[in-house]
């Protein structure tokens, strides 16, 4: 290994579809992190880890943080999820608070009110480059941000491109230069800390936001229950929560239409997660309250987010 190899954590933080997973996902080159259209998409933490021959990063991508102000994220899920975010601030080597290129929301100003204190480097990524009619046009925003925040770096992005010009690599390598002298930690070919288990639920759980869409209220999960491989196959079984009868059937559609939709593509990214012909059934089942109940939630895999 390099002697001169650097090693460290990086936490991904900002409001609800700021695009953090989107970019996690860019720079690991797989899929960890499930992304749609919808705010608070991603519910736990997750690590993704970055490696080549100078360095390994990993990446914590965290929920969007969200104001509590509002009723209707006052259940127990939603404190869950601004805990899990806040908490990953602890113990890292610098963090990338995101925004997006259309400039300064309410939400990310509560965001930055939770960067209060914090004692590492924060590098503010200016995301979505692709919004605006010339990038000449994030020149006011990066001035505007100087002065509300003492950043380490601003870096503007389009963590969507794949071309030469959308400036990832000049943020790993402003990254890289808050790392410290360290050799790697994980394995060179291991790319997160999740099981598969826990990433086919995920991958469920986004084919639900993504084929119904804002009709689908939050208050849905993804339990696996059956996960076998064997013979180049995997069987799997897996329950979706929802709290009431009428989410039930919106799931499962017209002559069960809409779930096998879920089914399908869900199949085919588990396909390409594991690289094996996938067997997979899907199961609506109906728990009223778990979203503002512990003990579900607990479950359901938020146990760390829980403590």
């Known amino acids: 290994m390099n002697k001169d190899f650097k090693f460290g954590f990086v936490t991904i933080i900002g409001k609800p579809n700021a695009g953090k997973s989107t970019l996690m996902n860019r720079i690991i080159g797989q899929k960890i992190s499930i992304t749609s259209h919808r705010p608070q998409t991603t519910r ?26 509002k009723k209707s994220n006052r259940k127990t899920i939603n404190k869950v999820i601004n805990k899990t975010a806040i908490s990953s601030i602890d113990g890292v080597d ?17 965001v930055l009110q939770a960067l209060e204190g914090c004692n590492v480097p924060v590098i503010l990524v200016i995301n979505k480059l692709d919004k605006l009619k010339s990038v000449n046009e994030v020149l006011p925003l990066i001035a505007e941000s100087a002065e509300m925040y003492n950043f380490a770096e601003i870096v503007p992005i389009c963590a969507i491109a794949k071309s030469g010009n959308d400036n990832v690599e000049r943020l790993m390598e402003v990254l890289t230069s808050y790392l410290p002298d360290e ?18 639920s995920e991958l469920v ?31 799997i079984g897996a329950d979706i929560w929802v709290e009431k009868d009428s989410h039930k059937a919106m799931v499962i559609g017209k002559g069960g239409e809409s779930l096998k939709n879920i089914g399908t593509y869900a199949r085919k990214n588990c396909e390409t997660l594991l690289d094996k012909k996938v067997f997979l059934e899907l199961f609506v089942k109906v728990r009223s309250g778990w979203s503002d109940n512990a003990r579900d939630l607990y479950s359901l895999g938020y146990d760390e987010d829980l403590k």
């Open 94 to 110: 610098a963090v990338c608070f995101m925004i997006t290129a259309t400039g300064w929301t309410e939400g990310d100003k509560h």
């Open 44 to 69: 736990h933490r997750i690590l993704g880890i970055h490696t080549d021959d100078n360095k390994q990063i990993v990446f914590v991508d965290t929920p969007g943080i969200h104001s509590v102000a």
């Open 183 to 200: 050799q790697a930690g994980f394995d060179e070919d291991q790319i997160t800390d999740r099981s598969y288990r826990f990433l086919v």
């Open 205 to 235: 759980r986004e084919q639900l936001f993504r084929r119904l869409g804002d009709e689908l209220p939050y208050a849905t999960a993804v339990e696996v229950t059956d996960f076998q491989l064997a013979d180049g196959k995997a069987q």
